[in-house]
């Protein structure tokens, strides 16, 4: 066991943010599979359902060593636990969140984050009509306590939804704190140290997608 | 000039989501130069900025044609506007939201997408509270009318903010109105035509990047 762990550390460190993207969509599909009672699964079907090639999801599972049976496809249950162990969704994180604006605020009634395992203990804002008072069943704490608060709670991870201006000193409150690993919401690209994992949601940039595309359609109906 | 769009719309095609997304990152970069007042940028420093490499950014920026200069690089201004240009934000797009609860209602007062032209025409719920009431400043339609009411409006981009059990029904009224581009904030996969572009944000498979960071650390202090 001791060998397979070790090997599979040094395995992780070659998962891309795009492989991790993608066993978080192999997850669901599990999820649903188990569901409707499969046992098995083929490469074909989970990049079928994922609209991925079979090759780009036998790559993606190689990691797991070679379990997945020819002809049989790979164990739905079995398949399911090592990516959620691998996601680390098989154990609950102390999540704390900064800022309870409009992103905030649907933030802490995101029930997806709970089933997930990512429990929100602890919210943060500098509003002093929201300190102390009760939002959705959690007690707004004041942001100057951040730093201290985050260490006695053993948050692991920050989401920040706090304005784009003031983003940056969360950050530094945060990483003074020892926690490296923060989702961010405000629309500004933050700086961090090298040892902090920050990923940034832009919605707008998702919508940047969709306007590409239309762009492209439209040019092509041009000529 | 004809000429020119042919080519570039040939180009079009071979540009890929990740190279989307890291044209929004270089737009956002570029906007923040010009406030700086800086007239070039190198590949170098838009690398540094984005933690991309110079020869990513080189190989991205090679869509447009040789523009940069060697020594002096990209001149601020017109890089910034070819990228607009391809991700559609030189103009407005009407936008419809379906689902004005938590998560919807914080995109209704999501200030950055309006900055980013995608203006929210029309949203609409099923919640008999809510319809015909005003809702931060926009009228509050019917979702029954959902198909009929976007083909009037001429929307061209739908948000779905649905529970994941109703999003599929909500899929097949926006496609039957002819709205091809659609960004999905229900927590559920969702079928579409092959001439659909959807996006799903899953707030919660963001969260997942950040276990799998924690995840890994912990395997390797174990070793």
Redesign the interface.
């Known amino acids: 066991m001791i060998k397979y ?2 090997e ?2 040094k395995e ?2 070659r ?1 891309s ?2 492989t ?2 993608r ?3 192999y997850y ?2 599990l999820v ?1 599979l188990q569901r409707e009672r499969h046992i098995t699964v083929s490469s074909r079907e989970l990049a079928k ?2 609209k991925f090639t079979p090759a780009q999801v036998r790559k993606d599972l190689s990691f797991f060593g070679s379990f997945g049976t020819r002809g049989l496809g790979y164990p739905v249950s079995e398949l399911k636990d090592k990516i959620a ?5 098989n154990k609950t ?1 102390n ?1 704390a969140l900064v800022g309870v604006g ?2 905030g ?3 802490v ?2 029930k ?2 709970s ?4 429990i929100i203990k602890k919210v943060f804002d500098n509003d002093q009509r929201k300190i102390g008072k009760n939002h959705k069943g959690i007690l707004v704490s004041d942001v100057r306590y951040l730093a201290r608060e985050l260490k006695e709670d053993k948050i ?2 920050v ?1 920040i939804a706090v304005p784009a201006s003031e983003a940056q000193k969360v950050v530094a409150e945060v990483v003074s704190a020892g926690v490296h ?3 961010n919401f405000a ?1 500004t ?1 933050l700086k961090v140290p090298g040892n902090v ?1 920050l ?1 940034t ?16 359609r439209g ?2 109906k ?2």
Chains 1, 2 share one sequence.
């Open positions: 762990v070790k599979f550390t992780m460190h998962i943010e795009s991790i993207h066993l978080s969509l669901r599909t649903g359902r994922n162990s691998i996601l680390g969704l994180w999540v409009n992103v605020s649907a933030l009634s995101y997806e984050f089933r997930q395992g990512f692991e991870i989401i690993t923060i989702l629309p690209n994992v990923r949601v832009n919605m707008a940039m998702e919508l940047e997608h969709l306007s590409f595309a239309l762009t492209k040019r092509i041009e000529l």
